[in-house]
């Protein structure tokens, strides 16, 4: 693999970016600076870690970055129930999001699991 943009984690990541900033224009302009902000920083450092960390040059580091990935994923996961529970979002947007979420956490975890096979086997 040449680039972590043929990574179909780091794919899917971006379409979830995409898929938050569409979702969250719609939330009240008195969040701008509050969940609209932190929703967005952290669905947005779900890719960028996966980049990041795939730039690096040990195996050892790039599982470190999708560990905070996932941690990533769960701080997310937070601020999405938090927007289904202030009525932000509906229960089917809400559960569309929570379905491609754990479909990364799935494949992040996947991912970690083949890197750390490789560093048992090196």
Avoid: H
């Amino acid at each position: 693999m040449k680039t972590y943009k043929e990574l179909i984690v780091w794919q899917k990541s971006m379409q979830l970016v995409t898929t938050i900033y569409k979702i969250s224009k719609l939330f009240p302009s008195d969040e701008n600076f509050g969940l609209t902000s932190q929703i967005r920083r952290c669905t947005v450092s779900i890719p960028s870690n996966i980049a990041e960390g795939f730039g690096r040059n040990s195996t050892k580091n790039f599982i470190r970055f999708l560990q905070i990935t996932i941690r990533s994923l769960f701080e997310f996961q937070t601020q999405i129930e938090t927007a289904l529970n202030l009525e932000y979002i509906k229960k089917e947007t809400y559960l569309n999001v929570y379905n491609n979420r754990r479909e990364i956490e799935a494949m992040l975890s996947g991912l970690i699991n083949k890197l750390n096979q490789k560093i048992k086997t090196t």
